[in-house]
Protein backbone atom coordinates (compact mmCIF):
# COMPACT_ATOMS: atom_id res chain seq x y z
CA UNK A 1 0.00 0.00 0.00
CA UNK A 2 1.02 3.28 -0.55
CA UNK A 3 2.45 6.16 1.65
CA UNK A 4 1.74 9.37 -0.62
CA UNK A 5 -1.30 10.50 -2.26
CA UNK A 6 -0.85 11.80 -6.08
CA UNK A 7 -0.64 15.37 -5.09
CA UNK A 8 -0.95 16.96 -1.61
CA UNK A 9 -3.49 19.47 -0.49
CA UNK A 10 -2.73 23.18 -1.07
CA UNK A 11 -0.79 24.54 1.82
CA UNK A 12 -1.46 27.85 3.59
CA UNK A 13 0.27 29.56 6.35
CA UNK A 14 -1.69 27.95 9.01
CA UNK A 15 -1.33 24.45 7.86
CA UNK A 16 2.40 24.85 6.38
CA UNK A 17 4.36 21.83 7.39
CA UNK A 18 7.42 23.91 8.78
CA UNK A 19 4.99 25.49 11.76
CA UNK A 20 4.98 24.25 15.19
CA UNK A 21 2.22 21.35 15.63
CA UNK A 22 2.99 20.35 11.55
CA UNK A 23 4.38 17.58 10.12
CA UNK A 24 7.68 19.32 9.82
CA UNK A 25 8.15 19.28 13.75
CA UNK A 26 6.84 15.78 13.77
CA UNK A 27 9.20 14.46 11.46
CA UNK A 28 12.04 15.64 13.48
CA UNK A 29 10.71 13.17 16.29
CA UNK A 30 9.20 10.47 14.41
CA UNK A 31 11.92 7.74 15.29
CA UNK A 32 11.77 8.47 18.55
CA UNK A 33 7.95 9.43 18.78
CA UNK A 34 6.28 5.85 20.70
CA UNK A 35 9.30 5.43 23.14
CA UNK A 36 8.74 9.46 24.49
CA UNK A 37 4.90 8.45 24.25
CA UNK A 38 5.30 5.38 26.38
CA UNK A 39 7.81 7.07 29.05
CA UNK A 40 6.18 10.94 29.35
CA UNK A 41 2.19 9.14 29.54
CA UNK A 42 3.78 6.09 32.03
CA UNK A 43 1.51 4.22 29.08
CA UNK A 44 -1.40 5.36 29.58
CA UNK A 45 -1.70 6.10 26.38
CA UNK A 46 -2.15 2.88 25.20
CA UNK A 47 -5.14 2.53 28.05
CA UNK A 48 -6.46 5.77 26.26
CA UNK A 49 -6.16 4.47 23.04
CA UNK A 50 -7.83 0.89 23.61
CA UNK A 51 -10.86 2.95 24.86
CA UNK A 52 -10.84 5.46 21.45
CA UNK A 53 -10.91 2.18 19.44
CA UNK A 54 -13.50 0.22 21.04
CA UNK A 55 -15.60 3.29 21.00
CA UNK A 56 -15.87 3.08 17.23
CA UNK A 57 -17.97 0.27 16.96
CA UNK A 58 -19.89 -1.58 16.28
CA UNK A 59 -17.93 -1.80 13.16
CA UNK A 60 -18.60 -5.13 10.73
CA UNK A 61 -16.37 -6.58 8.07
CA UNK A 62 -16.17 -5.17 4.85
CA UNK A 63 -16.26 -1.18 6.98
CA UNK A 64 -13.69 1.41 6.44
CA UNK A 65 -12.63 3.33 9.18
CA UNK A 66 -10.52 6.82 8.83
CA UNK A 67 -7.44 7.27 11.61
CA UNK A 68 -6.68 11.44 11.17
CA UNK A 69 -3.41 12.18 12.44
CA UNK A 70 -2.42 8.45 12.68
CA UNK A 71 1.22 8.91 13.01
CA UNK A 72 3.18 5.95 13.67
CA UNK A 73 -0.33 3.70 13.43
CA UNK A 74 -0.52 2.78 16.75
CA UNK A 75 -4.22 3.48 16.63
CA UNK A 76 -4.75 2.10 12.79
CA UNK A 77 -3.43 -1.38 13.54
CA UNK A 78 -5.39 -1.59 17.46
CA UNK A 79 -8.63 -0.83 14.70
CA UNK A 80 -7.65 -3.33 12.40
CA UNK A 81 -7.08 -5.93 15.61
CA UNK A 82 -10.11 -4.98 17.33
CA UNK A 83 -12.33 -5.09 14.34
CA UNK A 84 -12.00 -7.73 11.91
CA UNK A 85 -12.75 -7.50 8.33
CA UNK A 86 -12.14 -3.58 8.40
CA UNK A 87 -9.45 -1.75 6.83
CA UNK A 88 -8.28 1.42 8.01
CA UNK A 89 -7.28 4.81 6.15
CA UNK A 90 -4.49 6.81 8.61
CA UNK A 91 -4.05 10.55 7.39
CA UNK A 92 -0.73 12.57 9.00
CA UNK A 93 1.06 15.34 7.63
CA UNK A 94 4.46 13.89 8.98
CA UNK A 95 6.29 11.76 6.05
CA UNK A 96 8.46 10.72 8.71
CA UNK A 97 5.49 9.13 11.56
CA UNK A 98 4.17 7.83 8.18
CA UNK A 99 7.62 5.87 7.14
CA UNK A 100 7.49 4.39 10.40
CA UNK A 101 4.24 3.49 10.92
CA UNK A 102 4.30 1.79 7.53
CA UNK A 103 7.26 -0.27 8.55
CA UNK A 104 5.07 -0.92 11.64
CA UNK A 105 1.71 -2.05 9.40
CA UNK A 106 4.48 -4.16 7.34
CA UNK A 107 6.42 -5.99 9.97
CA UNK A 108 2.69 -6.69 12.01
CA UNK A 109 0.81 -8.30 8.87
CA UNK A 110 -1.26 -5.41 8.12
CA UNK A 111 -0.84 -4.16 4.91
CA UNK A 112 -3.63 -5.59 3.04
CA UNK A 113 -6.18 -3.37 5.71
CA UNK A 114 -4.29 -0.19 6.76
CA UNK A 115 -3.11 2.35 3.80
CA UNK A 116 -1.24 5.25 5.57
CA UNK A 117 -1.14 8.59 3.04
CA UNK A 118 0.13 12.02 4.01
CA UNK A 119 -2.52 14.54 4.15
CA UNK A 120 -3.91 17.67 5.68
CA UNK A 121 -6.80 17.76 8.22
CA UNK A 122 -8.36 20.69 7.03
CA UNK A 123 -8.74 19.26 3.01
CA UNK A 124 -9.48 15.67 3.61
CA UNK A 125 -9.25 13.68 -0.04
CA UNK A 126 -11.97 11.28 0.44
CA UNK A 127 -15.92 11.91 -1.13
CA UNK A 128 -18.64 12.50 1.19
CA UNK A 129 -20.17 9.64 3.38
CA UNK A 130 -16.75 7.57 2.98
CA UNK A 131 -16.02 5.93 6.73
CA UNK A 132 -17.78 3.78 8.61
CA UNK A 133 -16.44 5.89 11.67
CA UNK A 134 -13.33 8.36 11.96
CA UNK A 135 -10.83 9.21 14.31
CA UNK A 136 -8.12 11.84 15.92
CA UNK A 137 -6.17 10.77 18.80
CA UNK A 138 -3.89 13.75 20.36
CA UNK A 139 -3.96 15.78 16.78
CA UNK A 140 -7.06 17.88 16.71
CA UNK A 141 -5.55 20.41 19.08
CA UNK A 142 -2.52 20.81 16.15
CA UNK A 143 -4.85 21.42 13.64
CA UNK A 144 -4.80 25.22 12.92
CA UNK A 145 -9.10 25.33 12.07
CA UNK A 146 -10.28 23.05 14.51
CA UNK A 147 -14.08 23.59 13.42
CA UNK A 148 -12.67 22.81 9.87
CA UNK A 149 -11.36 19.65 10.63
CA UNK A 150 -14.11 18.66 12.50
CA UNK A 151 -16.93 19.33 9.76
CA UNK A 152 -14.04 17.27 7.28
CA UNK A 153 -14.36 14.36 9.64
CA UNK A 154 -18.04 14.72 9.93
CA UNK A 155 -18.26 15.21 5.73
CA UNK A 156 -16.01 11.85 5.16
CA UNK A 157 -17.64 10.05 8.11
CA UNK A 158 -21.32 8.00 7.02
CA UNK A 159 -24.70 8.95 8.47
CA UNK A 160 -24.98 7.47 12.08
CA UNK A 161 -20.70 6.99 12.36
CA UNK A 162 -18.88 7.72 15.00
CA UNK A 163 -16.91 10.78 15.50
CA UNK A 164 -14.37 10.25 18.00
CA UNK A 165 -12.38 12.31 19.54
CA UNK A 166 -9.28 12.12 22.02
CA UNK A 167 -7.17 14.54 23.26
CA UNK A 168 -4.80 15.78 25.90
CA UNK A 169 -6.00 18.51 28.67
CA UNK A 170 -5.06 19.96 31.74
CA UNK A 171 -6.80 19.34 34.53
CA UNK A 172 -8.41 22.29 36.59
CA UNK A 173 -10.16 20.20 39.11
CA UNK A 174 -9.70 17.79 41.88
CA UNK A 175 -7.22 16.71 44.17
CA UNK A 176 -4.78 15.61 41.86
CA UNK A 177 -5.17 18.21 39.43
CA UNK A 178 -1.71 20.68 40.86
CA UNK A 179 0.35 17.26 40.29
CA UNK A 180 -1.05 16.99 36.91
CA UNK A 181 -0.65 20.22 36.08
CA UNK A 182 2.99 19.91 37.37
CA UNK A 183 3.36 17.16 35.35
CA UNK A 184 3.31 18.57 32.24
CA UNK A 185 4.24 22.01 32.70
CA UNK A 186 7.68 20.90 34.01
CA UNK A 187 8.41 16.94 33.87
CA UNK A 188 7.10 16.35 29.96
CA UNK A 189 9.15 19.51 28.73
CA UNK A 190 12.31 19.01 30.16
CA UNK A 191 11.53 15.15 29.56
CA UNK A 192 11.16 15.64 26.08
CA UNK A 193 14.06 18.18 25.82
CA UNK A 194 16.78 15.85 27.23
CA UNK A 195 15.49 13.02 24.78
CA UNK A 196 14.71 14.61 21.32
CA UNK A 197 14.26 18.63 21.30
CA UNK A 198 13.19 21.12 23.72
CA UNK A 199 11.39 23.30 21.29
CA UNK A 200 8.71 20.07 20.27
CA UNK A 201 8.21 19.21 23.88
CA UNK A 202 7.71 22.94 24.91
CA UNK A 203 5.23 23.32 21.96
CA UNK A 204 3.30 20.17 23.24
CA UNK A 205 3.07 21.68 26.88
CA UNK A 206 1.91 25.40 25.44
CA UNK A 207 -0.63 23.62 23.12
CA UNK A 208 -2.23 21.33 25.97
CA UNK A 209 -2.86 24.30 28.53
CA UNK A 210 -3.62 26.57 25.39
CA UNK A 211 -6.53 23.51 24.16
CA UNK A 212 -10.12 24.69 25.27
CA UNK A 213 -12.12 23.19 27.93
CA UNK A 214 -14.39 19.90 27.88
CA UNK A 215 -17.64 21.58 27.60
CA UNK A 216 -16.19 24.07 25.08
CA UNK A 217 -15.04 21.89 23.09
CA UNK A 218 -18.07 19.75 22.84
CA UNK A 219 -19.85 22.83 21.63
CA UNK A 220 -17.23 22.92 18.64
CA UNK A 221 -18.14 19.31 18.09
CA UNK A 222 -21.58 20.05 17.62
CA UNK A 223 -21.00 23.07 15.59
CA UNK A 224 -19.23 20.95 13.31
CA UNK A 225 -22.74 19.33 12.73
CA UNK A 226 -22.17 16.16 15.13
CA UNK A 227 -24.96 15.18 17.86
CA UNK A 228 -24.59 13.60 20.85
CA UNK A 229 -21.58 13.92 22.38
CA UNK A 230 -20.23 11.98 25.12
CA UNK A 231 -17.43 13.11 27.06
CA UNK A 232 -15.17 10.81 28.90
CA UNK A 233 -12.36 11.83 31.26
CA UNK A 234 -9.07 10.03 31.48
CA UNK A 235 -7.27 9.27 34.60
CA UNK A 236 -7.51 12.27 36.75
CA UNK A 237 -8.64 14.48 33.85
CA UNK A 238 -5.12 14.67 31.51
CA UNK A 239 -7.30 13.64 28.64
CA UNK A 240 -10.59 13.18 27.60
CA UNK A 241 -12.23 10.88 24.63
CA UNK A 242 -15.13 12.60 22.84
CA UNK A 243 -17.50 10.57 21.04
CA UNK A 244 -20.19 11.51 18.80
CA UNK A 245 -22.42 10.87 15.99
CA UNK A 246 -23.18 12.05 12.36
CA UNK A 247 -26.96 12.60 12.16
CA UNK A 248 -28.81 9.97 10.69
CA UNK A 249 -30.22 11.00 7.33
Known sequence: MTTSLPSSPPQTALSAPDRLGGGAMFDRI????????????????????????????????????LDLATGTGDVALAIARTWPGTTVTGVDPSVGMLGVGTRKVRDQGFAQRIDLVEGDAQALPFDDDTFAASCISFGIRNVPDRLLGLREMARVTRPGGVVAVLELS???????????????????????????????????????????PPAQFSALMQDAGL??????????????????RKPAR
Open 30 to 65: AQRYDRLNRIMSMGLDLLWRRRLVRSLGPLTAGDRV
Open 170 to 212: EPREGFFAPLARAHVHHVVPRLGAWLSGEQEYRYLQESVAAFP
Open 227 to 244: EHVRVQPQTFATAHLYVT
